[in-house]
């Protein structure tokens, strides 16, 4: 065989791909809601697009934690003897999903479970509901039955301590609606710091979710101390939330732009603006303008070309994120203080 020729010099090196997105983690505690006691062997998983991102089983103290993909999100736990429940969310890189998972007991056929839960920066919320022969199940009423006929329900819970959940069964339905209302029981608290959130549990696996941050319901009272959350239909099961009139947002003639008067619950340490737009190359507007009588600038988004944000009066590097080519996107930005 003949000589082995010379090596030749290495080619040059390619350009560098872009970095991988930032993963977000799904991790919290798996609880029983009736009891407040965590749950060890529950499955916890995500899907989107009915892919299976990722996945883990509580332990022993319930907790769970894996690593995913940011983007809208559908997240699941199962156990035996409990109902499946599913929530979603828009996850953004390294994001934490905490969000607790709530594995209400296997309801008999009928039966309904209603679980307040919240924010602790509010110590001592309470969650109601009026009967349909009008008795109260609260936490000074634990038990209300029907003296004429069908119908019983009871509270399960009640947290003094923050957080949740106060859990209440419908056990036997009757006719007519279930009014169910929450009380700020904290004095002196806005109740929207509660961030409270309703969970309605059909015994055929039906989830119905109401929350205060979304505008699910009617808050009332004189300091703004109750939310009206839904009525359940006692023979039909249906859920819906208390009727409240709905605010429509209308762009002032000339200007293109929608006010907001008198805006008085701007997240002071964290917050996550969404939003839909379409916009032409040719426009580098602001999309989001947050000001008060002191500060006129204190969150602002601007520049289509070169999305940039801006919280009191200080700019971030302009960002290589643009949305410019005339269609539609959603948009979100998250920002949390250092």
Same mark, same amino acid.
Request: glycine share 10%.
């Given at each position: ?14 350009? *560098? %791909? ?24 529950? *499955? ?32 699941? #736990?199962?156990? !035996?003897?409990?109902?499946? =429940?599913? +929530? ?8 934490? =999903? ?37 008795? !109260? ?23 003094? +301590? ?21 009380? *700020? ?20 696996? *039906? ?5 205060? !941050? ?15 959350? #839904? ?29 907001? !008067?008198? =805006? ?29 009588? +002191?500060?006129?600038? %204190? ?10 944000? #801006? ?21 979100? =930005? ?5």
């Amino acid at each position: 065989a003949g000589s082995v020729g010379l090596v030749g010099p290495e080619g040059a090196i390619g350009l *560098r %791909g872009a970095n991988a997105p930032a993963p977000a983690t799904i991790a919290s505690t798996v609880i029983n809601p009736v009891t407040g006691a965590t749950l060890e062997g529950a *499955r916890v998983w995500a899907t989107r697009d009915g892919v299976e991102l990722g996945s883990a089983v509580s332990a022993s103290d319930g907790s769970y934690s894996f690593q995913i993909e940011a983007g809208m999100t559908i997240i699941s #736990c199962q156990m !035996e003897g409990y109902m499946l =429940f599913t +929530t979603h969310a828009m996850i953004l890189p390294r994001q934490v =999903f905490s969000e607790r998972m709530l594995l209400a007991p296997t309801l008999p056929e009928g039966a309904a479970g209603i679980v307040l839960v919240w924010n602790s920066v509010v110590p001592d919320m309470d969650i109601h509901m009026w009967t349909p022969w009008g008795c !109260e199940v609260a936490y000074y009423n634990y038990y209300c039955v029907n003296p004429d006929g069908d119908g019983q329900a009871h509270l399960d819970r009640d947290d003094t +301590t923050g957080g949740g959940p106060e859990t209440m069964t419908i056990d036997v339905p009757a006719p007519g609606a279930f009014k169910v209302w929450v009380h *700020r029981y904290t004095s002196g608290v806005d109740i929207y710091l509660s961030q409270s959130v309703v969970y309605v549990f059909q015994s055929d696996g *039906r989830i119905f979710r109401f929350s205060l !941050e979304d505008g699910d319901g009617v808050v009332a009272g004189d300091d703004n101390e109750e939310w009206n959350v #839904c009525d359940i239909d006692g023979l039909t099961g249906n859920v819906i939330a208390t009727d409240k009139t709905r605010k429509l947002l209308s762009f002032e003639e000339g200007t293109g732009v929608v006010k907001v !008067e008198d =805006f008085s619950r701007m997240p002071q340490d964290k917050i996550t603006v969404t939003f839909w737009m379409l916009a032409t190359v040719d426009n580098m507007g602001t999309p989001i303008s947050y000001m008060t009588d +002191t500060q006129a600038n %204190g969150l602002l988004i601007q520049n289509y070309k070169a999305f940039t944000v #801006c919280v009191a009066g200080v700019c971030a590097v302009p960002s290589d994120v643009s949305a410019t080519d005339n269609a539609w996107h959603h948009v979100a =930005f998250t920002w949390e203080s250092s």
